[in-house]
């Protein structure tokens, strides 16, 4: 009787609290509606990350905390969505319902947002087309109510009526209470109300209907395949007891833990139309069909507009959901500190069906929350550096709004969000279209965090290594994003080389570009010491530096000689002393005058040979002249000096029209030629023009590599008057003019002098007198022609031998003549005044086969007759020069 009393005590201040709770009402709270069986309390204002709303349900005067474990008993349910957004699920038959005929549900709850005053809502909800069976299957509890009976005023009159009827309509004496519960599934226990209680299940009766409630993980149920759906099944007999009878009601419930597939687009789920452990026989007969979200249905165009599909097969009821949809959400998560993301939804299926055979109806209501197996969404930066900016200019994506970023690492360390900002580094968020978001940031390459290094010689590289720390919430969960960003600069100024040259040297200025003395110079095969530096005159100011180098120092490469010209290279490189690169080669190659061959009038001859690069490993005393005998009077590691007389070591001699030509060569003799390195050969020549005043401009010939090498010199041809016949004594220059008689003989001698080279002949070809200096006057006095003496008059010229003596070395470089003054007549008449005598000197080839006639004093018989025609000298192999005599007076 106690107990009965005490239910029905608290139904009534149930209501009274109510109704109480209703004056409390407050405009901006959150909003509630009525979704059938259930109330949904949905709270978005101001709530956010951290700033948890708690919900008590209300008792009379005390405040119940609404955990888990009151919520799975008591028909609640509590849902914190992606924004914040707490929504609280009630079924109208919760334990602190005020509910009045079983059609009207009346809810007061408080809320209690953390940093706000707590506030009351309330909310009445009209429900009252029960079906004979309503079960719920909400996340964190499943729930059936049947219908016990028709009820009627008196179960309210609790005094006056204590025996309220069941609903066979018999008028026993007391009300039917819950006395207990056998669980037919799974462990099969029996359970006294309160022991059901405490073991977490809902067990109570209304006016009309009696209702259990179960938590999931009760060992009262049991997991079945229905359909290939997996289902949590519980099914219990409940006992109402009064003082005479006891009443059985069977209760079953069934909800589905599984049935969804997906693919990358596209949420599956799948309801058996069979749920065979809440029927008792046959098909099932489905007379409404409804698809809602989180509780609430959903009208066909809205589910047309959400390209939301449900169809139904012969065995299933199949809800598909593109991912994504707006009705759902994204979550971030952490596995592993990698970024996940999942999306979240809420279906809800709604049918009420009727089995044939019996006229109960059962109304079954799924609210299904599916995620989304997890997607990973590694974060991207993305890189808007500009490099003339000199800023690295990044975007890190992309993120649900439950991501915060917290901190930014360098490598110089960690500084918070606030922190890189007050550094110039204006973090920022930014929101995507598509409801990401992430954020940009900005370091100047300037920046100590900006690492620097050259990639090429002239090319910076900025890198910025940073990693981004972030949290999920409200889990807090940290993952981190590291990225390396490169800008790559072509902003160094390199080092340069410039130079020139003079008659010696080569003068080399550097300038250090914008990397200052960080380099390495490289002159010739050296690097530039102290001690080369000194060496080579070395200056330098903020911006340059100078040497300036021998062209015959060490650290020059000599690359050709030509006949008085030494052509010199020097090599600069700079080098990078940091990476080895070369900055900058320099290479400047001059001629320098030089004399590689001297030529001297006794017929000696220099030659200097010298070591060029394309022969690096020559021995320079190894070489020789055309006689192996015939080695260097000096060499060292470059030069080897050649001093020769013409008539030895292989010299040659060849004459032109113009000259006469000794030859010889400077090479490695009989070495020569064994590899390409040691082909050394130096073509020495000397030309000699016979004139002590005439200079042969000689010209460079094309010969073969490594040199050739023409001197030049002159043989000097003279012509003396001699005192008398004898040949021994002559007028010396200081004594012209000489003044002599007529018929006086004039004894003339013509001398190649100093020449010491035997072979070589001088000849008289033409010789003449004229009173004139110029030797083309006219009058014109032959006296040799053609060799021979003129037989104009009868006092003709006479040829002298000529026998070797002290002065007289070679007879073939002397010849000697007499003429007799009144040679000189003009009509008859003698000349008196000024004579000059001039001759054309031939000087060839004593014993040159193909110039016989060269020793040969006179060609042709001399005759009477001028005009008859003479034999023309050969040309080819002589050289014919001018000589005349000082003045000389006749008196
Ligand atoms: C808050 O709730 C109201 C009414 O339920 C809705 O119109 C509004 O869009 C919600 N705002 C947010 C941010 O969820
Ligand atoms: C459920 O039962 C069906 C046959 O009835 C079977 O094909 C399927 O594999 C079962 N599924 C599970 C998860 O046991
Ligand atoms: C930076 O953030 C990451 C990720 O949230 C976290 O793991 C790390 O401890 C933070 N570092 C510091 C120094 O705060
Ligand atoms: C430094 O030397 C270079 C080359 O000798 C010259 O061009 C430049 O003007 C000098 N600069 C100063 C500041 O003296
Ligand atoms: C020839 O003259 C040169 C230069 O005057 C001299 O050095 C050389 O010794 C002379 N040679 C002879 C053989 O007299
Ligand atoms: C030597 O040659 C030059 C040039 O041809 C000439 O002018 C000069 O008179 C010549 N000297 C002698 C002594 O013949």
Known sequence: MGHFLGFR??????????????????????????????????????????????????????????TMELASQCGF????????????????????VDSTDDESFALTVRLRPSGSPAFEVSKTCQYSAWASREIICNENYMEVSVRRRVPTLEDFDLTEHEGVDDDDGDQASSPLKLWKVQFLTGASRTMTLEEAHNAGFGLSVSRTRAVLRSPFDKPEIVMMNVSGIPMQVIKASTYLKRKWMVKLLDSAAACPSGGVTFTEEMITWQLPIRISPLLSSNSPTIFELHMGIEGKRLDASIMAARNYKLTKTNSHLIVEIPVGSVDGYYKSHVFDYQYYITYNIEPMLEVLWREEAMYDDTRYKVLFPIITPPMARPPFIQDYTVGENRVFDLFVGSFLADVDLVNISFT??????????????????????????????????SDPV????????????????VTFGFVTLPENAPFSHPGMLKASLQDIVLPNVVGTCDQKYFYITVAYGSQGHNFDTVVGQRKLSPDIAEEHRYTQNDTHFSITVHFLAQDAAFEMVWASTLRSRLNVVLRNSVNDWNLKDFSLSCSFPMTMTECFSNGTMTALAVKVESVPDLDMSQLTLKDSRCKPAYSDHIFALFSFGVSTCGT?????????????????????????????????????????????????????EPVVDAGMGVFIVRMQLALDSSYSFFYLEEHYPVVKYLREPLYFEVQLMQNTDPQVELSLENCWATSAEERTSVPKWDIIVDGCESLADSYHTI?????????????????????????????GVALKGPVFVHCDVIICEATSPADGLCSRACINKPTMSTASKKARRSTGNVHMEPVSSGKIVLI
């Open 450 to 465: 900006v690492h620097q290094e050259n990639s090429a010689v002239d090319v910076t590289d900025n890198i910025l290594l």
């Open 799 to 827: 040829f002298h031998p000529v026998s070797a003596d002290a002065r007289v070395h070679f007879r073939s470089h002397f010849k000697r003549f007499e003429v007799q003054m009144f040679t000189f007549t003009s009509e």
């Open 9 to 66: 005590m608290l139904w009534f201040l149930l209501i009274a609290l109510g109704i109480e709770a209703q004056k409390h009402s407050i405009p901006r709270g959150p909003n509630v509606e009525c979704l059938g069986g259930l109330l949904r309390l949905s709270s978005n204002e101001s709530w956010s990350w951290g700033h948890q709303l708690e919900i008590d349900a209300v008792d009379g005067a005390t405040f119940l905390p609404i």
């Open 412 to 445: 110089s360390g960690v500084m918070s969000v606030a922190e890189a900002n007050a550094q110039g580094f204006n973090v920022q968020e930014h929101m995507l279209p598509n409801g990401f978001k992430g954020y940009s940031l900005q370091v100047p390459f």
């Open 652 to 704: 040659t001699r060849k004459f032109t029209n113009h000259h006469m030509i000794y030859e010889n060569e400077v090479s490695l003799g009989s070495r020569k030629a064994i590899t390409a390195a040691d082909q050394y050969l130096i073509m020495v020549s000397c030309y000699y023009g016979i004139n002590d005043t005439y200079t042969l401009p000689f010209g460079t010939m094309p010969n073969p």
């Open 77 to 96: 349910r509590k849902k914190i969505d992606h924004w914040g957004n707490t929504k609280l699920f009630a079924s109208v038959l919760n334990c602190f």
